[in-house]
């Protein structure tokens, strides 16, 4: 069964582009968290994705912003990249919402902002 | 408000000697715990979940921790560490009223001398 699977691995953009990042999660799971990892604020919660909806949001600015697809693949954007962007998104699948389960994480992708 | 605090951001033992990571939490509800662990440029992994039930969980890898309610504890143990456990640790807490995300401690850092 292969795993979460993210898309690109590293990436480097300059400071006022924009970046997508892409997240395939384990079959049949269909809830997509998005985290960013930094070494100065550790593991935040950016959204998780249920069903095409967006079901929790963390305190990121607009210009993060997130979809799921039907088959339940999702995206994340950030527009208007600034410095303090850098950092390792993480995604993680689940079976479903309001669940006991463990979240299933991906590799990450290493976003660095020049 | 829900918070997860690790004590310690690197902790060192000796291989052979007892792993010892201290997770506390703060929650007017019973959580649901968890411990992640992160190796240098990859996801994260489930190392051992609490839900309900017994309160000594048993983990991979020879981990297990120990839900204490009273103290508002969840420490990670192992008996003897091996040099491939030296990674980061994060303990999680999950709470189904506060909209059921995942929220992560800092983490630590172990590691394992020879």
């Known amino acids: 069964k292969a795993g979460v699977t993210q898309t690109p691995r590293y990436l480097i953009k300059t400071r006022g582009q924009q970046v997508t990042l892409s997240c395939s999660p384990i079959?049949?799971?269909?809830?997509v968290s998005w985290y960013q990892q930094t070494p100065g604020q550790g593991l935040q919660f950016l959204f998780e994705y249920f069903s095409e909806t967006q079901r929790n949001k963390g305190n990121f600015p607009g210009r993060f912003s997130g979809r799921q697809f039907s088959n339940s693949r999702s995206e994340m954007n950030v527009s208007t990249l600034e410095l303090g962007d850098s950092a390792l998104y993480l995604c993680?699948?689940?079976?479903?919402?309001?669940?006991?389960?463990?979240?299933?994480f991906g590799e990450g992708s290493r976003l660095t902002v020049l | 408000a829900q918070s997860v605090t690790q004590l310690g951001s690197h902790v060192s033992v000796s291989e052979g000697a007892l792993v010892l990571l201290r997770c506390n939490y703060s929650?007017?509800?019973?959580?649901?715990l968890f411990w992640y662990v992160q190796y240098p440029n990859q996801g994260l992994q489930l190392l051992l979940k609490?839900?309900?039930?017994?309160?000594l969980v048993k983990g991979i890898n020879g981990f297990e921790a120990e839900f204490k309610k009273s103290e508002t504890s969840f420490h990670l143990t192992k008996p003897s560490a091996h040099m491939s456990d030296a990674a980061e640790y994060f303990c999680?807490?999950?709470?189904?009223?506060?909209?059921?995300?995942?929220?992560f401690g800092a983490g630590t850092i172990l590691r394992v001398k020879s």
């Open positions: 999680a807490v999950r709470i189904l009223e506060y909209g059921n995300k995942l929220v």
């Open positions: 993680a699948s689940s079976l479903a919402l309001a669940n006991t389960g463990e979240l299933f």
């Open positions: 929650s007017s509800v019973p959580p649901y």
């Open positions: 609490y839900t309900t039930g017994a309160t």
């Open positions: 079959s049949g799971h269909r809830s």
